[in-house]
């Protein structure tokens, strides 16, 4: 755990628990089980008689909670414990579909739009007696539609803002994909992470013959959306960067969005190199699908795809299908979020870990301690391609 030394000099705010609704049960216990070690590491000269100090290292710091739903599909939430003066986290998955509940005698799955209301009603449950609430919510609600054109809803914003009137103090999420949409609650504290780290450990922890330099490997964007995270991605590792442009047909509009015709590459030579595809979410995958595709048509060496969110809204065929004719070598995406059991089973899969980190942001974050004291990823990146450029055997 990084940097600790703020966290031995620092009163924690408040009692700390954690809530994960049944979205993020699974990543919700694994961030448990974090914050028990950490814990056990930090003040223990002082826990066991400062009375500051009660309920600082606990052996679950999970509050269980229930949304039951009744027969038409209402529900409510309960609490199983108090939450007075707590310092509240909640975590929620908008993204998993795999949970669902009976209406009117059919079986329904959940949606992002249900898991918010689970979400909302969980606040309410507290009833303004936490001392503070902190919702971690990875993959941020209607975060694609940031802006709006024309005659529509803005839906994330007017959700932040929902929740700040509701009583949140902090919201935390993951590679947002505009985080401007903060400008909705100014004065609210809104955190949002990227992953690079995870993404290039998990990946040197996969493969043994990376060679990392502008020779040997290239970053590129699929878009021009996802240049930012490429041009930071590919200056800590020290290579160029590309990016694709997606030609699109403003005259139709398919499944809400206009259609992509063609993507044009724009960058330097990458025959013979690898390449990191870095992006935020993988929905459906064709358009990621088809970059791979023209990269490998260029003569690129291997290609690995870099995703904060791999929500395979179409499923796995298609990148079964691409992988057996070589589009592409591995794709790395994080836990953040639901993923089909089924994707652990094929060998094009690599997890990136998102839980300790998450349970870092709340430690610190009960502390009131600054957030920049878990991340200095540059730094880290940085030693981790030092020891695996000289194969030293180290605990990344």
């Known amino acids: ?26 990543m919700g216990q694994r961030v448990n089980d974090y914050l028990v070690e950490f814990r ?10 400062d009375p500051a100090f009660h309920g600082y290292s606990e052996d679950d710091y999970l509050i269980s909670v229930q949304t039951p739903r009744f027969g038409s599909g209402e529900a409510k939430a309960y609490l199983g414990e108090s939450i007075r003066g707590k310092d509240l986290f909640i975590l929620v998955d ?3 579909h795999s949970i669902t509940y009976t209406l009117n005698g059919y079986t329904n799955h959940m949606s992002p739009d249900d898991h918010y209301q689970d979400l909302k009603r969980v606040i ?18 209607e975060g694609r539609q940031h802006k709006r054109n024309g005659r529509e809803s803005l839906d994330c914003a007017y959700a932040l803002r929902e929740l700040r009137d509701m009583g949140i103090s902090n919201f935390i999420t993951f590679d947002a994909h505009d985080p401007r949409v903060q400008n909705s609650i100014p ?16 990946l040197l922890h996969s493969e043994d013959d990376l060679i990392v330099d502008k020779d040997h490997l290239i970053v590129i964007s699929p878009d021009e959306g996802a240049l930012d995270r490429a041009i930071y991605f590919a200056s800590v590792l020290g290579v160029d960067t590309g990016m694709f442009y997606k030609r699109r047909d403003y005259s139709t509009i398919i499944n809400g969005k206009n259609p992509i015709v063609a993507h044009e590459f724009l960058g330097e030579n990458i025959d013979g190199k690898d390449i990191i595809i870095i992006d935020d979410m993988i929905s459906s995958g064709g358009s990621m699908l088809d970059t791979a595709r023209q990269l490998k048509k260029m003569n690129a060496r ?10 395979f809204t179409d499923g796995l ?23 089909p ?10 997890e990136a870990d998102m839980c300790k980190f998450t349970a870092s942001l709340i430690d610190f974050m009960n502390h009131d301690a600054s957030l920049a004291n878990t991340m200095a990823t540059t730094e880290k990146i940085h030693s981790i391609l030092e020891a695996y450029n000289n194969r030293m055997e180290i605990d990344f």
Request: some cysteine; hydrophobic content about 40%.
């Open 1 to 26: 755990m990084p940097n600790l030394q703020e966290l031995e000099n620092a009163m924690p705010v408040a009692p700390l628990k954690l809530i994960a609704l049944s979205s993020a049960e699974k």
């Open 40 to 49: 056990k590491t930090i003040h223990n000269d002082k826990v066991k008689n």
């Open 94 to 96: 908008v993204c998993n």
């Open 124 to 141: 309410a449950a507290c009833n303004g007696k936490a001392h503070r609430i902190n919702v971690i919510m990875p993959f941020l609600y």
């Open 187 to 202: 004065l609210s504290g809104f955190d949002n992470f990227t992953p690079p780290y995870q993404f290039i450990k998990a």
């Open 302 to 311: 291997r290609v690995f795809i870099c995703c904060t969110f791999g929500l």
């Open 317 to 339: 065929k298609a990148f079964d299908e691409a992988y057996e004719k070589g589009y592409f070598d591995k794709v790395v995406t994080t836990d953040l979020t639901y993923l």
């Open 341 to 350: 059991p089924q994707l652990y089973s094929k060998p094009y899969f690599i």
